[in-house]
Antibody
Framework: EVQLVESGGGLVQPGRSLRLSCTASGFTFGDHAVSWVRQAPGKGLEWVGF??????????EYAASVKGRFTISRDDSKSIAYLQMNSLKTEDTAVYYCTRSGSGWSFDYWGQGTLVTVSS | QSALTQPASVSGSPGQSITISCTGT?????????VSWYQHHPGKAPKLMIY???KRPSGVSNRFSGSKSGNTASLTISGLQAEDEADYYCCSYAGSSTLYVFGTGTKVTVL
């Protein structure tokens, strides 16, 4: 069974940093790209960023709203993806979901999400 | 890149069919057959319902179907059931610079 479990969320002050983890199981993690998607309170889903599999260079792409502040990385030996969030803003408050990339640029599996609250 | 436009809410009685629209532009929905749909029950993980406009993942009921015309994609739920009550989001590939754009989301209510 495919599982994605996010961790690392919590309360953080504006301007500080936080790192989220996504631990995968039930599939060959290294064969798949991974995206992070967030949902701010009362709002819709927003794509945050993406990391390709090593077979496709392991390169990353980011939404304009987080580019230069957020960094995605992966450790295929541990089946974990990371989202390093720096210079956090109050508008980054959201539930952050880890997703597996599926056919046709879809997100075929999602984690349960982890809440990040940016507040002083 | 602006969010794709969906109606805020759609409702129907059990057994009826409803359709949710998802309107984008020629830079996203209109350019690629890479629209996907997600069902989201609050507090739970979103679930992929449709990918590549009209394909259903294994295990998804055939009551869910997708289509596209021009810059607008649609999700139809037939034989509406109480368990279909949830939020639904469309998403489109939007090219190499933006990658993904989500819809604004639609709350489906089963009357």
């Amino acid at each position: 069974e495919v599982q994605l479990v996010e961790s690392g969320g919590g309360l953080v002050q504006p301007g500080r940093s936080l790192r989220l983890s996504c631990t995968a199981s039930g599939f060959t993690f290294g064969d798949h790209a991974v995206s992070w998607v967030r949902q701010a309170p009362g709002k819709g889903l927003e794509w945050v960023g993406f990391i390709r599999s090593k077979a496709y260079g392991g390169t990353t792409e980011y939404a304009a709203s987080v580019k230069g502040r957020f960094t995605i990385s992966r450790d295929d030996s541990k089946s974990i993806a990371y989202l390093q969030m720096n210079s956090l803003k109050t508008e980054d408050t959201a539930v952050y979901y880890c997703t597996r990339s599926g056919s046709g640029w879809s997100f075929d599996y999602w984690g349960q999400g982890t809440l990040v609250t940016v507040s002083s | 890149q602006s969010a794709l436009t969906q109606p805020a809410s759609v409702s129907g009685s059990p057994g009826q069919s409803i359709t949710i629209s998802c309107t984008g532009t020629s830079s996203d929905v209109g350019s690629y057959n890479l629209v996907s749909w997600y069902q989201h029950h609050p507090g739970k993980a979103p679930k992929l319902m449709i990918y590549e406009v009209s394909k259903r993942p294994s295990g998804v009921s055939n009551r869910f179907s997708g289509s596209k015309s021009g810059n607008t994609a649609s999700l139809t739920i037939s034989g509406l059931q109480a368990e279909d009550e949830a939020d639904y989001y469309c998403c489109s590939y939007a090219g190499s610079s933006t990658l993904y754009v989500f819809g604004t989301g639609t709350k489906v209510t089963v009357l």
